[in-house]
C-alpha cells in the first residue's frame, strides 16, 4: 500500500458545482497534514492546511478522518480558477522529516 | 508573499554542461530544505533531503555523485546537475519548512531544465 493515494481523476465538474477529494495515509502516526494546489507547469502552493476538528477557508473546506486515515478536500460554488491538480501531503511525525505527497487529484471545472 | 525563492527559473544548455540552481529561503532560517524533481505529467518526486553543514540524505535511485547539494548556510541549498543530459531535463523544485512541528512546506518557483 502506498504511503499517501489519492485518486488521480480528472474530476471533471460544471460551474458552481461541489466537488470533494479524499487522499488516505497509510501511517497511522502521522502528524499533520496539509492540501496544496498545483497548476499546470508551476510550483504547488499551500491551500490549507488540515486540522483534526476540520476546518474551512472560504469555499474550501479540509477534513482530518483518524480512525479511517483519510483527509478530504471539499470545495463549494467551483469556479473556473479552481481548475487544477490537487496534492495532499502527510507529515509522518513532525520536525524536519520529509512530507510525503500524494500523486495528486486533476480538476477541471467546465463552463 | 514568497517565502521560498529559487533560481533561476529557466535553463536551456548542452549536453555536458553541469548546471546549479540555488533555493534561498527568504525571511527565515531553513536547517533542512528538499529537492523534488517533477517529469511531465507525473508527481513530484523527492530526490533528497539537504541538510545544512551536513551530508544530503538522497533516496534511492537518486545518484548523489550526479545531483551534488550544498547546504553552506541556513538560507542557501543548491543543487548542481553535473554533466547533464537530455534525460535529467525535468522541473526541479526545492522546497522548506519554516519551523519545526506542523508547519507547512513552502516551494520555490521551480526550475525548469531542458538540455539538447
Known amino acids: 500500500r502506498k504511503e499517501v493515494e489519492q485518486d488521480p481523476g480528472p474530476f471533471n465538474v460544471p460551474e458552481g458545482a461541489t466537488v470533494a477529494f479524499n487522499c488516505t495515509y497509510s501511517?497511522?502516526?502521522?502528524?499533520?497534514f496539509f492540501w496544496y494546489r498545483q497548476d499546470c507547469r508551476k510550483e504547488p502552493k499551500l491551500l490549507m492546511s488540515?486540522?483534526?476538528s476540520g476546518n474551512e477557508d472560504g469555499r474550501f473546506t479540509a477534513q482530518l478522518n483518524r480512525a479511517s486515515q483519510y483527509i478530504s478536500l471539499l470545495i463549494r460554488d467551483s469556479k473556473l480558477s479552481d481548475s487544477a491538480t490537487y496534492l495532499c501531503?502527510?507529515?509522518?511525525?513532525?520536525?524536519?522529516?520529509?512530507?510525503?505527497f500524494g500523486t495528486g487529484t486533476k480538476l477541471q471545472v467546465i463552463p | 508573499g514568497a517565502v521560498v525563492s529559487q533560481h533561476p527559473s529557466r535553463v536551456i544548455c548542452k549536453s555536458g554542461t553541469s548546471v546549479k540552481i540555488e533555493c534561498r529561503s527568504l525571511?527565515?532560517?531553513?536547517?533542512?530544505m528538499f529537492w523534488y524533481r517533477q517529469f511531465p505529467k507525473q508527481s513530484l518526486m523527492l530526490m533528497a533531503t539537504?541538510?545544512?553543514?551536513?551530508?544530503?540524505?538522497?533516496e534511492q535511485g537518486v545518484e548523489k555523485d550526479k545531483f551534488l547539494i550544498n547546504h553552506a548556510s541556513l538560507t542557501l541549498s543548491t543543487l548542481t546537475v553535473t554533466s547533464a543530459h537530455p534525460e535529467d531535463s525535468s522541473f526541479y523544485i526545492c522546497?522548506?519548512?519554516?519551523?519545526?512541528?506542523?508547519?507547512?512546506?513552502?516551494f520555490g518557483d521551480g526550475t525548469r531544465l531542458s538540455i539538447l
Open positions: 522546497s522548506a519548512k519554516r519551523g519545526t512541528g506542523d508547519q507547512p512546506q513552502h
Open positions: 501511517n497511522s502516526a502521522s502528524q499533520s
Open positions: 488540515v486540522y483534526s
Open positions: 539537504s541538510n545544512e553543514g551536513s551530508k544530503a540524505t538522497y
Open positions: 525571511d527565515f532560517q531553513a536547517t533542512t
Open positions: 501531503a502527510v507529515n509522518p511525525s513532525g520536525g524536519y522529516q520529509k512530507v510525503t
